[in-house]
């Protein structure tokens, strides 16, 4: 009786479908193309682009693609109006036929006026020549104001454009509607407002010059790099190569030489600022809220003592304000945040704001113009990553940080004087914000292992205002495809170090199977791997539905856990972060899902450097090394960034030796895949050439592929870009299935 009753309940469950039918096959990945090109439907739609907060962050404005030209709108919160401001469709370039496009644009202070970025040439990582065309907003009017510049912004006040050309400064007055030359003395590798390769590389920025708050001044820096060795590449194109010359300062060598000047704009004369290079940098330059009062970031060569100094526009004359002295090095921007100034000068008050780390964490201090600190803001054992907006006004600062946990990021605001610290973001994640400039509102694009992007318009009193993005094709996708998600995981190493990392699980995975596995790292110093966050990684994913396990950790030199954890590496590159991959993959290891016999590393750039040096000097554990773009001896590489890390040479002569990949080429056991690009300006190939004799001396072979037209990437289209990956995929299948 009761296996009847059992029998037809079952016969009604299946009747009405309640999950006894089959279970839907998921679709797979065709081929490994189909699988890179199919990176945006895992990262889904991002919300509003090129967002612009105008009116004092009351508005922002936005690049809207939804008709088949783009265009440019304007949002407001309170309101929530949202308003054309410009639409492309029927506009041609003045006095052309042809259709009117632009790369990028700016906002005047007032938000009357916009300045395009048009016919963008690309130069270095950051910088490229352009046109640029000024925009009215009332009368809809298109000017050509600058042509071949590097770089343009428009006054304060909105009467002058100020632009480069060719290593000179200019600016085009509105009301005379003529261009006036400020500098002349320009030549080859020697220039007024423009950075060379290594200055904007390893400092970030690349506009070389700022105008003053009230529109009366530009400072800038003069590079002077006729000194420094040329670096010669060439993609071998044509019958005869066509070498490009890039001056390229590496370890030891002579650096560009830099002064600062401020150009007094109605005048036309140029006054130098009375800073003492000595052989050091001057990485930042801000105005303070005095009117013609210069801010001055010092750094001496080791980077490891900071100098900030007040000069007087009109005399030059200057004072040192702060100074702060480090056993290692001191940072100035975090290149892999994207955030671009650690000082801020609010505009209404006669302090400012510094994110330093000196007692161990970043946090926020906060002094008067004398130099005196008036109280440390944030403190803790947790890092302040970047200070989003400071409403002096109401005496607020708005920051993002690790509090809740290093694999996380969230908004915070707190008062001036450290006080009423509130967490305002509250998803589970990884968030990256927008906040106005007066702290009204923010924008908060976050997502979690579990959750595809979100993207929402918040009020910092807590609103949500409105919903961007929840990305519901993205779960659509993943529900009907074959989709790893990215499990959390962390164990404590041999030496009781706490490691934070994720694994990737392959495709019906069975724990009582074994699997090869893919470690893939970059681990340079300051950077992280590992978060909370959505697995977007269309690589990755392949490699999963293949069969394989992918694994990443953040290893110590990692930003995110405090200055002990990220700056054990210092003067020591590879030793400390290559132990921290050996242990991780012994970890995995010792699971019963993962063959220990089976394992590859896998890196591109600072990443090509530890999977080369960690298969090198660990040569039992890594069967096979997948090695892109790597530097392989820190000698070879520019002297702001080794010496930032590594210490100057004559000081660690032995610690540079002991680094480099090369001085382990015997003791190669497994497979080693490198790829590298000729025109690489980066990582000169140079770096792999010297690996490869290195290994060649000691009877060691290895597998090479040069792309000759790439950059630092390799890859140079999406042919070659599908056919790199697909080496890389080729040979773990070869050497490791």
Request: hydrophobic share 35%; with cysteine.
């Given at each position: 009786m009761i296996k009847r009753k059992l029998y037809m309940l079952l016969v009604v469950l299946m009747c009405f479908g309640y999950g006894f039918s089959p279970a839907q096959k998921k679709e797979e990945y065709k081929n490994l193309k189909e699988a890179l090109y199919s990176g945006s439907k895992l990262s889904g739609g991002s919300g509003p682009q090129s967002v612009n907060w105008i009116d004092g962050g009351d508005r922002f404005s936005y690049i809207s693609s939804e008709s088949e030209t783009p265009e440019i709108r304007s949002y407001n919160p309170k309101t929530q109006s949202d308003d054309l401001i410009f639409k492309a469709e029927g506009v041609n370039f003045p006095g052309q036929d042809k259709a009117f496009e632009y790369t990028s644009f700016q906002w005047s202070k007032d938000s009357k006026y916009i300045l395009f970025q048009t016919n963008f040439r690309p130069v270095w990582r950051r910088s490229g020549i352009s046109d640029f065309y000024f925009y009215s907003v009332k009368d809809k009017s298109l000017k050509l104001v600058a042509k071949d510049a590097q770089t343009a912004e428009i006054s304060p006040d909105g009467t002058k454009v100020g632009y480069e050309r060719d290593g000179n400064l200019f600016i085009f007055d509105f009301a005379t509607q003529k261009e006036t030359q400020l500098t002349f003395d320009a030549e080859d590798y020697f220039y007024n407002g423009r950075f060379g390769w290594a200055y904007e590389e390893e400092f970030g920025l690349a506009q070389a010059w700022i105008w003053s708050p009230d529109s009366k001044y530009i400072a800038f820096w003069q590079s002077d790099e006729r000194e420094v060795p040329i670096f010669q590449m060439t993609d071998y194109a044509g019958q005869h190569a066509r070498y490009v010359n890039v001056p390229y300062p590496k370890v030891g060598d002579i650096n560009p030489s830099v002064r600062i000047g401020v150009l007094n704009v109605a005048?036309?004369?140029?006054?130098?600022?009375?800073?003492?290079?000595?052989?050091?940098?001057?990485?930042?330059?801000?105005?303070?809220?005095?009117?013609?009062?210069?801010?001055?970031?010092?750094?001496?060569?080791?980077?490891?003592?900071?100098?900030?100094?007040?000069?007087?526009?009109?005399?030059?004359?200057?004072?040192?304000?702060?100074?702060?002295?480090?056993?290692?090095?001191?940072?100035?921007?975090?290149?892999?945040?994207?955030?671009?100034?650690?000082?801020?000068?609010?505009?209404?008050?006669?302090?400012?704001?510094?994110?330093?780390?000196?007692?161990?964490?970043?946090?926020?201090?906060?002094?008067?113009?004398?130099?005196?600190?008036?109280?440390?803001?944030?403190?803790?054992?947790?890092?302040?990553?970047?200070?989003?907006?400071v409403d002096s006004k109401n005496g607020v600062i708005y920051f993002t940080s690790t509090e809740a946990s290093p694999l996380e990021r969230h908004l915070y605001a707190v008062s001036f004087e450290g006080k009423d610290k509130k967490k305002l973001t509250t998803n589970r994640g990884k968030h990256h914000l927008d906040v106005a400039p007066n702290g009204r509102y923010y924008i908060d694009s976050y997502s979690n292992t579990d959750t595809p992007q979100q993207v929402e318009l918040l009020s910092t009193k807590g609103k949500m205002l409105k919903k961007f993005e929840n990305n519901d094709d993205v779960k659509k996708f993943t529900s009907d495809n074959f989709y790893?998600?990215?499990?959390?995981?962390?164990?404590?190493?041999?030496?009781?170090?706490?490691?934070?990392?994720?694994?990737?699980?392959?495709?019906?995975?069975?724990?009582?199977?074994?699997?090869?596995?893919?470690?893939?790292?970059?681990?340079?110093?300051?950077?992280?791997?590992?978060?909370?966050?959505?697995?977007?990684?269309?690589?990755?994913?392949?490699?999963?539905?293949?069969?394989?396990?992918?694994?990443?950790?953040?290893?110590?030199?990692?930003?995110?856990?405090?200055?002990?954890?990220?700056?054990?590496?210092?003067?020591?590159?590879?030793?400390?972060?290559?132990?921290?991959?050996?242990?991780?993959?012994k970890y995995l290891a010792s699971q019963s899902w993962v063959d220990g016999d089976r394992m590859a590393i896998r890196g591109h750039s600072y990443g090509g450097y530890m999977s080369s040096y960690t298969m090198l000097n660990h040569p039992d554990v890594f069967k096979v090394s997948l090695v892109g773009a790597p530097v392989t001896d820190w000698r070879l590489y520019d002297s702001i960034y080794a010496e930032r890390y590594m210490d100057l040479l004559e000081d660690n002569e032995q610690g540079y030796k002991k680094s480099a990949s090369t001085a382990a080429a015997g003791n190669l056991k497994g497979k080693m895949f490198i790829a590298h690009s000729a025109m690489d300006e980066n990582v000169h190939m140079q770096n792999t050439m010297q690996l490869v004799k290195a290994l060649i001396d000691n009877g060691k072979d290895a597998d090479l592929r040069i792309y000759p037209p790439g950059a630092h990437g390799v890859a140079y289209d999406g042919v070659s870009y599908v056919l790199l990956y697909s080496q890389y995929v080729n040979y773990l299948d070869e050497h490791l299935k």
């Amino acid at each position: 009786m009761i296996k009847r009753k059992l029998y037809m309940l079952l016969v009604v469950l299946m009747c009405f479908g309640y999950g006894f039918s089959p279970a839907q096959k998921k679709e797979e990945y065709k081929n490994l193309k189909e699988a890179l090109y199919s990176g945006s439907k895992l990262s889904g739609g991002s919300g509003p682009q090129s967002v612009n907060w105008i009116d004092g962050g009351d508005r922002f404005s936005y690049i809207s693609s939804e008709s088949e030209t783009p265009e440019i709108r304007s949002y407001n919160p309170k309101t929530q109006s949202d308003d054309l401001i410009f639409k492309a469709e029927g506009v041609n370039f003045p006095g052309q036929d042809k259709a009117f496009e632009y790369t990028s644009f700016q906002w005047s202070k007032d938000s009357k006026y916009i300045l395009f970025q048009t016919n963008f040439r690309p130069v270095w990582r950051r910088s490229g020549i352009s046109d640029f065309y000024f925009y009215s907003v009332k009368d809809k009017s298109l000017k050509l104001v600058a042509k071949d510049a590097q770089t343009a912004e428009i006054s304060p006040d909105g009467t002058k454009v100020g632009y480069e050309r060719d290593g000179n400064l200019f600016i085009f007055d509105f009301a005379t509607q003529k261009e006036t030359q400020l500098t002349f003395d320009a030549e080859d590798y020697f220039y007024n407002g423009r950075f060379g390769w290594a200055y904007e590389e390893e400092f970030g920025l690349a506009q070389a010059w700022i105008w003053s708050p009230d529109s009366k001044y530009i400072a800038f820096w003069q590079s002077d790099e006729r000194e420094v060795p040329i670096f010669q590449m060439t993609d071998y194109a044509g019958q005869h190569a066509r070498y490009v010359n890039v001056p390229y300062p590496k370890v030891g060598d002579i650096n560009p030489s830099v002064r600062i000047g401020v150009l007094n704009v109605a005048r036309k004369s140029t006054q130098w600022m009375d800073v003492k290079l000595d052989g050091g940098y001057i990485p930042r330059l801000y105005w303070t809220s005095k009117p013609g009062q210069l801010a001055i970031v010092h750094l001496n060569r080791k980077q490891n003592h900071l100098k900030l100094f007040f000069n007087n526009a009109d005399t030059g004359a200057g004072k040192l304000i702060i100074e702060e002295k480090s056993e290692t090095w001191i940072d100035i921007f975090d290149f892999f945040a994207g955030i671009m100034h650690l000082f801020f000068f609010p505009e209404d008050k006669e302090e400012f704001l510094w994110i330093s780390d000196r007692d161990g964490w970043s946090h926020i201090y906060r002094y008067d113009y004398s130099g005196k600190t008036l109280n440390q803001v944030t403190n803790g054992e947790w890092e302040v990553t970047r200070v989003e907006a400071v409403d002096s006004k109401n005496g607020v600062i708005y920051f993002t940080s690790t509090e809740a946990s290093p694999l996380e990021r969230h908004l915070y605001a707190v008062s001036f004087e450290g006080k009423d610290k509130k967490k305002l973001t509250t998803n589970r994640g990884k968030h990256h914000l927008d906040v106005a400039p007066n702290g009204r509102y923010y924008i908060d694009s976050y997502s979690n292992t579990d959750t595809p992007q979100q993207v929402e318009l918040l009020s910092t009193k807590g609103k949500m205002l409105k919903k961007f993005e929840n990305n519901d094709d993205v779960k659509k996708f993943t529900s009907d495809n074959f989709y790893a998600p990215k499990e959390l995981i962390s164990f404590t190493t041999s030496d009781g170090q706490k490691l934070d990392g994720y694994v990737i699980k392959p495709k019906n995975f069975d724990p009582d199977k074994q699997y090869p596995l893919v470690l893939n790292i970059y681990g340079g110093p300051g950077a992280q791997s590992v978060y909370d966050e959505y697995a977007t990684n269309s690589w990755e994913q392949y490699l999963a539905q293949e069969g394989y396990i992918i694994a990443s950790v953040n290893n110590r030199g990692s930003g995110g856990y405090g200055s002990a954890f990220e700056k054990v590496v210092y003067r020591n590159l590879g030793e400390t972060e290559s132990r921290d991959f050996v242990e991780t993959v012994k970890y995995l290891a010792s699971q019963s899902w993962v063959d220990g016999d089976r394992m590859a590393i896998r890196g591109h750039s600072y990443g090509g450097y530890m999977s080369s040096y960690t298969m090198l000097n660990h040569p039992d554990v890594f069967k096979v090394s997948l090695v892109g773009a790597p530097v392989t001896d820190w000698r070879l590489y520019d002297s702001i960034y080794a010496e930032r890390y590594m210490d100057l040479l004559e000081d660690n002569e032995q610690g540079y030796k002991k680094s480099a990949s090369t001085a382990a080429a015997g003791n190669l056991k497994g497979k080693m895949f490198i790829a590298h690009s000729a025109m690489d300006e980066n990582v000169h190939m140079q770096n792999t050439m010297q690996l490869v004799k290195a290994l060649i001396d000691n009877g060691k072979d290895a597998d090479l592929r040069i792309y000759p037209p790439g950059a630092h990437g390799v890859a140079y289209d999406g042919v070659s870009y599908v056919l790199l990956y697909s080496q890389y995929v080729n040979y773990l299948d070869e050497h490791l299935k």
